[in-house]
């Protein structure tokens, strides 16, 4: 479809080219033609050799559910676990970012339990109301929550007394979905920051304010295809049904690198629904499509220099201008995940 409209739209500027101007241009359309469906072929049409006919052995039975379902939690993001685990223990914080469902729970829960293991105090918290997560708090890491006199501390009184443990003990902290948490509560932890007080926070596009924006930050990347295709397949194994390598195969192509996309892929098929498209956000970038095209418009120009040509010579340079210009400007936009919001 790309190569003919472009040979429609460069045959009526040839058709004034003089001494064999056409052949050259033919010659030209058809090489950029060919550049564009190989890049094409290559970044856009995904690479899936023929897969062979199933056998027994390769095919998710349900006669052997209970004897293969594996029990024990496989890490596969170990890289990123030890970095986690590394900064923490050197009393430093760490800001774990990454779309909805792609294992930060998972490796938030991880790290607590690598940390328990090793004896340190560690509270873990998900968001609820700011005095609720105080209290929280203060009794998994032992702090009392009652005066001498039997009352309830107020919000203030726990996060002094929070910060005076922390400041005197080794402790950590690990709060999932804090960019939900109030503004207020976000602000304490930035004073326990200062104190150099070890923290994990997890979010889902974090804002670039307050605690987030003085933070290191890890931002996870989609796991990769072995990982989800293993996810998938102890999934059937549990739920007990029976997927082909081609059946997985289809299904993987809807999670896109998330493992809860994955989880829910199996979740659909075991229920019989039949879903359209994915709910991932990778896609391709055509920017290097945009410039290969430039320099094929650059490549005329100079023909048309070349040759005297000044319909092509213009046409050329227009179109060159243009292309790159557009490629330009789609390069320096930010990413949606990366604006300040």
């Not at 060919?34 to 390769?58: C, D, G, M, S």
């Not at 909805?100 to 509270?123: I, M, R, T, W, Y």
Request: hydrophobic share 45%; with cysteine; glycine share 8%.
């Amino acid at each position: 479809m790309l190569l003919a409209s472009v040979t429609m739209v460069l045959v009526p500027v040839g058709g004034v080219a003089i001494n064999g101007m056409a052949l050259v241009l033919l010659v030209v359309v058809m090489a950029s033609g060919a550049l564009v469906l190989i890049f094409l072929r290559l970044r856009i049409a995904p690479n899936k050799p023929e897969e062979p006919e199933p056998t027994p052995e390769q095919t998710v039975s349900t006669q052997t559910v209970s004897t293969e379902v594996v029990t024990e939690r496989r890490i596969y993001r170990q890289t990123e676990l030890n970095r986690i685990i590394a900064s923490l223990l050197a009393n430093g914080s760490l800001l774990i970012a990454g779309e909805e469902g792609c294992g930060k729970s998972v490796l938030a829960s991880v790290v607590v339990e690598k940390l328990q293991e090793d004896g340190f105090v560690v509270a873990h918290i998900e968001p609820t109301t700011p005095k609720q997560m105080l209290v929280e708090i203060a009794y998994q890491l032992g702090v009392e929550t009652q005066s001498l006199e039997g009352k309830a501390l107020s919000a203030e009184q726990l996060k002094r007394a929070i910060a005076n443990y922390l400041e005197n003990n080794t402790g950590f902290l690990v709060i999932d979905d804090v960019q939900v948490c109030e503004v207020k509560f976000r602000m304490w932890l930035k004073q326990l920051r200062k104190l150099n007080v070890p923290m994990l926070l997890l979010a889902t596009n974090p804002p670039r304010n307050d605690i987030f924006i003085n933070i290191p930050r890890i931002e996870l990347q989609p796991l990769p295809e072995y990982a989800i295709r293993e996810l998938m397949e102890q999934a059937a194994l549990e739920r007990g049904i029976s997927l082909k390598p081609s059946d997985l195969s289809k299904l993987q192509e809807r999670a896109g690198g998330n493992p809860m996309l994955a989880i829910r892929a199996i979740d659909e098929e075991y229920l019989g629904l039949e879903v359209e498209g994915a709910d991932h956000d990778r896609y391709f970038d055509i920017t290097p499509l945009i410039l290969l095209m430039g320099i094929v418009f650059v490549v005329m120009r100079f023909i048309g220099l070349g040759t005297n040509n000044q319909a092509l010579y213009i046409f050329g340079g227009i179109a060159a201008a243009v292309f790159l210009g557009v490629g330009r400007l789609l390069y320096t936009l930010p990413r949606e995940s990366r604006r300040i919001r």
